[in-house]
């Protein structure tokens, strides 16, 4: 019996369509009404498996279209979850107005929705990025935001508009922000899809810089775990910060996939130009969450491991994405390094 309706915006993309699954696999009294614009990113794919639950929904939208909010938000939403989001740094460099119209404008069209609709709750998926390069120790919720890239200036904007929304109209917000996210169905622009996608098809993989930059890395399935969790049990107003905990360099990465995709370094690793500004390390301190009693539980071997094994499988999923729009982006993008 339904009890509860969530619009989840971006629902289509890597982040939002897992929280969709986990939603409709684990809550029998949500309904789940998902708007994506079904840019590059937004794949019906990966919705698949549950787009025929009566209790799903889609609607094709921007976030930043006022009038598609109000008809997703039809007859009633308790909830809206944004992951809508342009994410990709890379992108950003070469592109950062998208970036200012979905990150900034969109979350601002939303915020004015959840208003006029008066939800009971708006949950704005952010990330560690806006806490900027941390050279030593882990971003606290009440660390500044020092954002360094058009990517996370934008993420940075969405999510002071979601704090002073609530500090001014009394908006019920939060705020997530997450570490760097690996799993299935993740378009393969972002490091681990990239790579393991290149490797599977015995070609090379463009190391930044030297290589000794540190990411935390989280499962997809805790992620969405974690973003449920806080909707449902977190403090209005508050900001909860999301990692795995597992801190590695990106060579690290590079040199797991290459051992379990069985290729060898010397065919595979190509150093090229640093990402400019490229931020050294992220690390998220995480005990707010834990308190509020969520925790990540995949093991990051196993998960890397599963993952590997996931993209191996599902070729049929991948390898379309790999051509067309992102031959062109991957030229771009890589050709001058
Ligand atoms: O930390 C959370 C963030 O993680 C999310 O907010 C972003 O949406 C997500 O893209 C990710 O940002 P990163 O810039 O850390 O992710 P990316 O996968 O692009 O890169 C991870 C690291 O790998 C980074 O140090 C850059 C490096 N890298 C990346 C690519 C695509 C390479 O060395 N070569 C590459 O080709």
Avoid at 62 to 68: E, F, L, V, Y
Avoid at 140 to 145: C, K, N, V
Avoid at 152 to 176: E, I, M, N
Avoid at 291 to 318: C, I, K, M, N
Wanted: charged share 25%; proline share 4%.
């Amino acid at each position: 019996m339904v009890h509860r309706r969530w619009l989840v915006t971006g629902g289509l993309g890597f982040i939002g369509s897992a929280f969709v699954r986990l939603a409709l696999r684990e809550r029998s009294d949500v309904a789940v009404t998902v708007l994506d614009a079904m840019t590059y990113a937004g794949n019906p794919a990966n919705c698949a498996e549950v787009a025929h639950d009566s209790r799903y929904s889609f609607v094709k939208g921007d976030i930043a279209d006022a009038a598609r909010i109000d008809e997703a938000i039809g007859e009633g939403v308790d909830a809206i979850v944004n992951f809508a989001a342009e994410t990709h740094v890379d992108r950003s460099i070469l592109d950062p107005e998208a970036f200012i119209r979905t990150d900034v404008m969109g979350t601002h069209v939303l915020l004015e929705a959840a208003r006029r609709h008066g939800v009971d709750r708006y949950l704005q998926v952010s990330t560690d990025e806006v806490y900027g390069d941390v050279d030593h120790g882990a971003s606290t919720e009440a660390d500044p935001i020092r954002p360094r890239s058009p990517y996370a200036a934008s993420k940075a904007g969405g999510d002071l508009q979601v704090l002073a929304y609530h500090t001014t109209f009394g908006t019920p917000a939060l705020v997530t922000r997450g570490s760097n996210t690996y799993g299935p169905y993740q378009y393969p622009e972002k490091l681990i899809p990239l790579f393991v996608t290149n490797l599977l098809d015995g070609e090379e993989v463009p190391v930044y810089g030297d290589g000794l930059q540190v990411r935390d890395w989280l499962h997809v399935d805790d992620h969405a775990r974690g973003i449920a969790h806080v909707l449902e049990h977190g403090t209005l107003g508050e900001v909860y910060n999301l990692g795995g905990g597992n801190s590695r360099t990106n060579l690290e990465i590079t040199k797991e996939l290459i051992r379990l995709t069985g290729r060898s370094y010397d065919d595979s690793v190509r150093y090229v130009v640093d990402r400019p500004g490229h931020d050294r390390r992220y690390a998220l301190d995480i005990s707010k969450a834990r308190a509020l009693g969520w925790f990540p539980r995949v093991e990051f071997a196993q998960g890397l491991s599963e993952t590997v094994g996931w993209y191996r499988e599902r070729a049929d999923w991948w390898r379309p994405l790999k051509s067309g729009e992102f031959r062109d982006y991957y030229r771009r993008q890589y050709a001058l390094r």
